[in-house]
């Protein structure tokens, strides 16, 4: 069993939906859990980051963490074409090493 | 703020050369970098983790001697990949820690390496 599993879709949805994306875990000593964003051929973007249980939300994307479940998701309102990438999950113990999710590919359609 | 760039961008070059990948923070101190690889629609591999001023921590199943990381300066991470082969082809990457913000990992663009 992998320490992080994000389905890797591709997840096809209309502009201006919801997009929503998870991640499981394994490992309770995980503590930081981050978000980011690919585009083809281009690095990671860091798109939200946190730490705590809970709703976190910047602009469009809101992020949730449940410890209790070890499950995170992200939710993109409005989606545009632009959001279309490779979304990744990363989460981390303490320490800096950073465990990826397999990445989910999003695909908004105009 | 948080800008990290890598040079080249894309690089080809023969079997059985070397190649240097540079990774620079621009705008913040970084004493910790990180490699990574990616082969295509798949997600990044931790290759090493660069402390500045010290040896480099490698993954399991990363050549050391192969893949040689240099972290000279709080801005300046290289790794050369030596004696590339076809195998070697592939996108690396690089991030970097901000000092300070410890959990806050910032990449690079990625360099594409082809070894023909």
């Known amino acids: 069993q992998k320490e992080v599993e994000q389905d890797p879709g591709p997840l096809s949805v209309p502009e201006g939906a919801i997009v929503s994306l998870n991640c499981t875990y394994s490992?309770?000593?995980?503590?930081?859990f981050m978000w980011y964003r690919q585009y083809s051929r281009k690095g990671p973007e860091l798109l939200m980051y946190t730490y705590s249980s809970g709703n976190k939300e910047d602009g469009r994307f809101t992020a949730q963490v449940d410890k209790s479940s070890k499950y995170i998701s992200l939710f993109i309102r409005d989606s545009q074409p632009s959001d279309s990438a490779t979304y990744l999950c990363?989460?981390?113990?303490?320490?800096?090493?950073?465990?990826f999710g397999g990445g989910t590919r999003v695909l908004v359609k105009p | 703020g948080a800008v990290v760039s890598q040079h080249p961008s894309w690089v080809i070059c023969k079997s059985g050369t070397s190649v240097k990948i540079e990774c620079r923070s621009l705008d913040f101190q970084a004493t910790t970098m990180f490699w990574y690889r990616q082969f295509p629609k798949q997600s990044l591999m931790l290759m090493a983790t660069?402390?500045?001023?010290?040896?480099?921590?490698?993954e399991q199943g990363v050549e050391k001697d192969k893949f040689l990381i240099n972290h000279a300066s709080l801005t300046l991470s290289t790794l050369t990949v030596t004696s590339a082969h076809p195998e070697d082809s592939s996108f690396y990457i690089c991030?970097?820690?901000?000092?300070?913000?410890?959990?806050?990992?910032?990449f690079g663009p990625g360099t594409r390496l082809t070894v023909l």
């Open positions: 990363a989460i981390k113990a303490a320490g800096n090493k950073l465990t």
């Open positions: 660069s402390n500045e001023g010290s040896k480099a921590t490698y």
């Open positions: 490992n309770s000593a995980f503590q930081y």
């Open positions: 991030s970097a820690n901000r000092d300070g913000s410890y959990n806050e990992q910032f």
